[in-house]
């Protein structure tokens, strides 16, 4: 598959835009758990991503973390190139979850062709209002709502993302998306396991009654 | 004071950009605790604040409330105008803390100019990526940070933004804003009282020892 197939504005951009791409355009293959852009590094460049699976995540001091969005096929990674935008203030890591292909653009030429194309910068625009409004729901999910209905609802989420009834997840990993500790969710795992709606094996989690589960998330 | 000098990028638009602004503009004057725009209402426009102070924030079904941001004299509210962009998918509102002179710019005015113009896209998106980093810094404070170092914070924010000593602020107020319950404030200040960093009277709250205060959100 070509670059222009899964840049949505590739036919607004000029000929001479378009080769600038092209021709600074990096291709690249991480295995599973590279970290591909850290808070501490400044301008990763913007992430396209062919296939596979990436994680946005901020971590506390005290080595705390919370999973800020993930990104999938087709998805663009904004945050790894936060110099693009000079009102970005905040750090944010992000890994490969399964082995990935991607495309990486340097953050320096797409900055240019921002500044000259309305096309590519309301595309951005939609891109950053697209994850605000996923902080924006994790923000109303942290205030609001209790630490069950996160967990089964993070459940249902992978379950869905991986396509099977069993997760190969540590508890840690669980927390870390969260952002709780270890504690927390094997506490509720156990609870979970005792109302019949998963059953725990060693680095294993198996669905039992799914449908339970989302009655917890509803409720 | 005209609008061309409060709106960054006047200068960038063409003459018949600047006569759609113009035309389509309202002036409003609106007093303290007046609700401009709210979750359910869709498109109010944006709201570009001559002189007073906005809060932002969101609700839960219960009433609980979290302060997003607020705005001040120059500051420009984007999400009271969610339908100029497709992908915002959250319901925010928008009060007067104080009363408040301020421009509305139809939603769709400003979509049509933003969707001409690279320059009042990238200043839209500048905007966005500023309270982008106010929502990720709340973010990173709810997470990371104990509720007795977040009221210091507030008291500390707030007495700089009123440029007094002695707060005239509910208990509730402040829960609100943090996104607590108003007797978790309560028990915080009286806390603080005993260590002498505040002086409780009624509907006050008076700032003894702002050293202190700024030491515990130091540590």
Chains 1, 2 share one sequence.
């Not at 901020?58 to 087709?74: A, K, P, Q, V």
Request: charged residues 25%.
């Amino acid at each position: 598959m070509e670059f222009s197939e899964y840049f949505p504005v590739w036919n607004k951009l000029t000929p001479g835009q378009q080769k600038a791409i092209t021709d600074s355009l990096v291709s690249r293959a991480v295995v599973k758990g590279t970290v591909l852009h850290d808070g501490s590094t400044d301008c990763t460049g913007l992430l396209l991503i062919k296939s596979g699976q990436l994680r946005a995540f901020i971590r506390s001091r005290e080595g705390r973390e919370i999973t800020i969005y993930r990104l999938f096929d087709r998805d663009i990674c904004l945050f790894s190139a936060a110099c693009v935008l000079h009102s970005i203030q905040f750090d944010i890591t992000v890994t490969a979850e399964k082995d990935t292909e991607l495309w990486v653009i340097p953050a320096d030429i797409y900055r240019q062709i921002m500044e000259q194309s309305a096309s590519v910068a309301n595309y951005t625009n939609e891109i950053m209002a697209s994850r605000f409004s996923e902080v924006m729901w994790l923000m109303e999910q942290i205030m609001w709502q209790s630490m069950d209905r996160r967990v089964a609802a993070f459940l249902l989420e992978e379950t869905s993302i991986e396509d099977t009834d069993c997760l190969h997840i540590t508890h840690e990993s669980i927390a870390h998306h969260l952002g709780t500790h270890r504690e927390v969710v094997t506490r509720m795992l156990r609870y979970f396991q005792r109302e019949g709606m998963v059953r725990l094996a060693r680095g294993a989690i198996q669905i039992t009654n799914r449908a339970k589960l989302k009655t917890l998330c509803d409720e």
